[in-house]
C-alpha cells in the first residue's frame, strides 16, 4: 500500500528490554522523522534523517537509536526500554528532497505505535 | 528559540458554534505556518497552511491569516460539525539544515451535537 505505515500498533514490554519501532513509506521521501507524543507537551522530534545513512538528533534523543540503510526504512530503537518512555511514538516524512532550500513542507505522518513499557 | 503556544483545551462547543483555536509563534526568521488535525487513534493530517505574511491558508472550512505583526496564526471555522472532533496542532518550520516542525501542545476540541 502507498504512504507511510508504522508496525507494530501497539507494543507493550517492561523496564531494560530492547524493543524496536519500525517505519517505511513508499513516497522515497528524504527526510524522515520520529516523534513521540505525550499528554501536555505536543509532539517532540527524538530523530530525523535526511536521506540514508544520515541521521540526527533531535529535541529529546536520549535513550533512542535510529539507523537508515534504505531510504524507505526509518527504525527507531530503544535499546533498553524505560517506563518514562511509554508514548506514543509517529514517524513522518517530508515531501522535500536534499536539495531544496526553501518553500513549505509538508510532513506526512504515520498512524502512530502506542508504547507501554512496564 | 523556535516555539509555538496554543490555547489550552479542552474546548468544547456545540454543533454550528463559531470555533476560534489560538496560535502564537516566536521564531528566528520567516516561518512557514501549518495547522494539522488528528482524529481519535490516527496520526496527524496536514489541515491548511501559509508560507507568508498575510497569507491565508483554508481547508474544509477552517481557515487561518498568518499576522506577522501579532505573530499569529489563529484557526477559525464559521460552524463546527461533530466531525470536527479532534486535536489540532499549530507548528511552525524554517527553512535550515534539518527540515524540522516546532508543535504546539494541542488542543483537543469536543464538537456536542
Known amino acids: 500500500d502507498a504512504g507511510i505505515t508504522q508496525s507494530p500498533r501497539y507494543k507493550i514490554t517492561e523496564t531494560g528490554r530492547q524493543v524496536t519501532l519500525m517505519c517505511h513509506q513508499t513516497w522515497s521521501h528524504s527526510y524522515m522523522f520520529w516523534y513521540r507524543q505525550d499528554l501536555g507537551h505536543g509532539l517532540r522530534l527524538i530523530y530525523y534523517?535526511?536521506?540514508?545513512?544520515?541521521?540526527d538528533k533531535g529535541e529529546v534523543p536520549d535513550g533512542y537509536v535510529v539507523s537508515r540503510s534504505k531510504t524507505e526504512n526509518f527504525p527507531l530503537t530503544l535499546e533498553s526500554a524505560t517506563r518514562s518512555q511509554t508514548s506514543v511514538y509517529f514517524c513522518a516524512s517530508n515531501s522535500k528532497g536534499l536539495a531544496d532550500t526553501g518553500g513549505t513542507d509538508t510532513q506526512y505522518f504515520g498512524p502512530g505505535t502506542r508504547l507501554t513499557v512496564l | 528559540g523556535n516555539s509555538v503556544t496554543q490555547m489550552e483545551g479542552p474546548v468544547t462547543l456545540s454543533e454550528e458554534a463559531f470555533l476560534t483555536i489560538n496560535c502564537t509563534y516566536t521564531a528566528t526568521g520567516y516561518p512557514s505556518l501549518f495547522w494539522y488535525v488528528q482524529y481519535p487513534g490516527e496520526g496527524l493530517q496536514l489541515l491548511l497552511k501559509?508560507?507568508?505574511?498575510?497569507d491565508k491558508g483554508s481547508n474544509k472550512g477552517f481557515e487561518a491569516t498568518y499576522r506577522k505583526e501579532t505573530t499569529s496564526f489563529h484557526l477559525e471555522k464559521g460552524s463546527v460539525q461533530v466531525s470536527d472532533s479532534a486535536v489540532y496542532f499549530c507548528?511552525?518550520?524554517?527553512?535550515?539544515?534539518?527540515?524540522?516542525?516546532?508543535f504546539g501542545s494541542g488542543t483537543q476540541l469536543t464538537v456536542l451535537p
Open positions: 534523517s535526511a536521506a540514508a545513512d544520515i541521521t
Open positions: 501559509a508560507t507568508k505574511a498575510d
Open positions: 507548528a511552525l518550520f524554517l527553512s535550515g539544515s534539518a527540515r524540522q516542525l516546532t
